[in-house]
């Protein structure tokens, strides 16, 4: 029936759904159940699919950071090595951590260290250590010069080569020796990890910074005996931790772990040589 150039339908035919026309231009459009507890879903759950689908990778974008967020702008490959957060893990130490280290590095016979700090080895506390031991080591050696001057009546200057010569002495021991035991064990098929070693290097130091406190006491003999037992449990610490991971570089095992206690002796020698042997001019 037609009216007003309206055609009038019959109610037992708008029934139901309606159909799609469908040909080459037109996909067949159905909604599947939604599953809103997984974000992104893993499937087609919630969107409208078809006969027509889009890239499998086409969703990826809802798991990877927007351009311009932090994680985009995290380096990679090697350029990481130049950045902050590649050595965020070494850092990850707190207090109790720190102390607990401390005291083992006091305890020198335990040789437990390496085994504690296998996991998670640091370099908050060698840092700390080391920048301690620099400027102790060059007031300590300064206030003694002063007060053996000041006591014969003499002239005294400040000496700022002492903290220059501190610095270098310490950073670049607790540097360059690691590294160099790194390569040696290296060569001998018995690595170690490079952390672990400026880690325990940088432990220990620490007993010389009681060590040049106890120098202010105005008697030679006295500073030579605190120095001896500074270097000799500074020694016995690198040694005895180090050992039983150096004996499976062979035969030269015991040559590698005496160079090794001789060397920290010599640092302990070199610190109180060069900072607590009082020189008064005339």
Same mark, same amino acid.
């Given at each position: 029936?037609?009216?007003? #150039?309206?055609?009038?339908?019959d109610s037992e035919k708008i ?18 159940e939604s599953n809103l507890q ?11 699919? #078809? ?6 990778? &086409? ?10 967020? $932090? ?17 965020? $893990? @070494? ?25 504690? !700090? ?12 080391? !920048? !301690? ?17 000041k006591l014969q009546k003499k ?17 670049? @021991? ?7 035991? @790194? ?47 500074? #270097?000799?449990? $500074? ?8 050992? &039983? ?38």
């Amino acid at each position: 029936m037609m009216s007003g #150039g309206y055609t009038s339908l019959d109610s037992e035919k708008i029934s139901g759904s309606v159909p799609v026309a469908s040909g080459p231009d037109h996909v067949a459009v159905k909604f599947a159940e939604s599953n809103l507890q997984t974000f992104p879903p893993s499937e087609a759950q919630g969107k409208i699919s #078809g006969v027509f689908r889009p890239p499998a990778d &086409a969703d990826d974008s809802f798991s990877k950071p927007a351009r311009g967020s $932090s994680d985009d702008s995290q380096p990679t490959g090697w350029t990481r090595t130049f950045s902050v957060a590649a050595y965020k $893990s @070494y850092f990850d130490v707190d207090t109790s951590d720190v102390l607990e280290r401390i005291k083992d590095s006091l305890l020198p016979f335990k040789g437990s260290f390496t085994e504690k !700090t296998a996991d998670n080895p640091d370099l908050y506390g060698p840092f700390w250590i080391c !920048t !301690t031991l620099i400027f102790v080591a060059a007031a300590i050696g300064t206030f003694v010069t002063y007060v053996a001057h000041k006591l014969q009546k003499k002239d005294w200057d400040y000496d700022i080569n002492l903290v220059t010569w501190s610095a270098g002495l310490f950073y670049g @021991y607790v540097t360059i020796v690691p590294l160099g035991l @790194y390569l040696l064990l290296k060569y001998f098929s018995a690595p170690s990890g490079l952390v672990q070693l400026w880690c325990l290097y940088g432990y220990s130091l620490f007993v010389f910074i009681p060590a040049s406190c106890l120098s202010v006491v105005p008697v030679e003999i006295f500073r030579w005996v605190v120095a001896g037992i500074a #270097g000799f449990m $500074s020694a016995t610490f690198l040694a005895l931790n180090l050992r &039983a991971h150096i004996k499976s570089a062979g035969e030269s095992w015991f040559l590698i772990v005496a160079g090794i206690f001789l060397l920290q002796l010599a640092l302990a020698v070199i610190l109180k040589l060069y900072f607590f042997t009082i020189t008064v001019g005339n």
